[in-house]
């Protein structure tokens, strides 16, 4: 039996992957360690009119 010449149907190879994979891991901790020096850009708001009213009421001077 001869080997065929036929091109593999595996897709992406092996190292192609594992680039990829840590590339995308790279980015996810680049956009972590981003994130966590900004605390600004997030913020815990009431959801509901109730849980509003409280809070606003609890940030009242009195």
Same mark, same amino acid.
């Given at each position: *039996?001869?080997?065929? /010449?036929?091109?593999?149907? !595996?897709?992406?190879?092996?190292?192609? !992957?594992? @680039?990829? +994979? *840590?590339?995308? =891991?790279?980015?996810?901790?680049?956009?972590?360690?981003?994130?966590?020096? %900004?605390?600004?850009? =997030? %913020?815990?708001?009431?959801? +509901?009119?109730?849980? @509003?009213? *409280? @809070? +606003?009421?609890? /940030?009242?001077?009195?």
């Amino acid at each position: *039996m001869q080997p065929s /010449n036929e091109p593999d149907d !595996r897709g992406l190879s092996p190292s192609l !992957r594992a @680039s990829l +994979t *840590m590339l995308a =891991f790279g980015l996810v901790v680049l956009a972590y360690l981003v994130a966590i020096d %900004h605390p600004q850009w =997030f %913020h815990i708001r009431p959801i +509901t009119g109730t849980a @509003s009213a *409280m @809070s +606003t009421a609890a /940030n009242a001077d009195i």
